[in-house]
């Protein structure tokens, strides 16, 4: 079994601010994790994926995300938000290198930038 | 330049009636699939083909049906036994289904309303 949890349903920062979106995750297996970005009535883009490598996962648009085991997260960061950032962010966990079929997402962080 | 095509983007359905949401993919991917998301939660599968001429169903199968006669083809059909079908839905891809590593590529949605 294995679900993903996503701490928040709405960020928002001062654009040229950090940003962090977190997520938790449960898995009975070595997972993969992927975080995929959401502009409005769009579809998802990938940004980054962990996939049993590098425990620091980078990706596009400066984004980046640490796997976590002891502390079961894989948190997304970037150094400083820009407002093209806006969007609806999902953490997705698949059970090791399985199929596509059994991912299970997360419900969403809505990532607002402010002037 | 490869991707997933998804039309209608936005479509209308009076009660009682049956609709079918395209899907074509240019990407030589053998697998493919249908989403579901409403507001505030995360994706949902309703059905996946991981090869021509085989369907099975996810998570949230019934009211819906889907066929795979080509491979660059998942058309989505909405029918009326879908007690609450307003949504948008979301068509994937991935290069494969076992032993992959779950990354999917999207398509930009249909937004359907029933009225």
């Known amino acids: 079994a294995q679900s993903v949890t996503q701490l928040d349903s709405h960020v928002s920062v001062s654009e040229g601010t950090p940003v962090l979106l977190r997520c938790n995750y449960s898995s009975s297996y070595s997972p993969s994790l992927f975080w995929y970005v959401q502009h409005p009535n769009k579809g998802l883009q990938l940004l980054l994926k962990y996939t049993s490598a590098a425990t620091l996962v980078k990706g596009i648009n400066g984004f980046e995300a640490e796997f976590k085991k002891s502390e079961t997260s894989f948190h997304l960061t970037k150094p400083s938000a820009h407002m093209s950032d806006a969007a609806e962010y999902f953490c997705v966990v698949s059970p090791g290198t399985g199929t596509a079929s059994k991912l299970t997402f997360g419900t969403g962080t809505r990532l607002q930038v402010t002037l | ?115």
């Open chain 2, 1 to 115: 330049d490869g991707g997933i095509t998804q039309s209608p983007k936005y479509l209308f359905r009076k009660e009682g009636q049956n609709v079918t949401l395209s899907c074509e993919q240019n990407l030589n991917h053998d697998a493919m699939y249908w989403y579901r998301q409403d507001p505030g939660q995360g994706l949902r599968l309703i059905y996946y083909s991981q090869i021509v001429n085989d369907f099975q169903k996810g998570d949230i199968a019934e009211g819906y049906s889907v066929s795979r006669e080509k491979k660059e083809s998942f058309p989505l059909t909405v029918t009326s036994a879908q007690k609450n079908p307003t949504a948008f839905y979301l068509c994937a891809s991935s290069i494969g289904g076992q032993g992959r590593t779950g990354e999917l590529f999207f398509g930009e949605g249909s937004r359907l309303t029933v009225l």
